[in-house]
């Protein structure tokens, strides 16, 4: 393996996935300021996820349903024909 070929600040974070509250651990050099103690009594940053592969609808092969109706009445509205 080459040496120096990482950044310095690659350490182990704890990435939690906040709509199914799923969380792991892995390694990362993402700026973070929040931290979280893990299941092995250690105190690691936390990076906060929208989606992971627990939540995402390809490997879940659930789909979430938008608002599209409201989202096009308001465009309608708002430029619609005159």
């Not at 939690?16 to 299941?39: Q, R, V, Y």
Request: glycine share 6%; charged share 35%.
């Amino acid at each position: 393996m080459k040496a120096d070929i990482h950044p310095k600040e690659y350490r182990f974070v704890v990435f939690k996935d906040f709509s199914c509250d799923h969380m792991f651990l892995g390694k990362s050099c993402a700026n973070t300021k929040d931290t979280i103690k893990w299941e092995d009594g250690n105190e690691y940053p936390l990076v906060k996820l929208e989606v992971s592969n627990v939540s995402h609808p390809y490997y879940t092969g659930k789909q979430k349903l938008l608002d599209t109706a409201g989202r096009i009445d308001k465009f309608n509205k708002k430029y619609g024909k005159k």
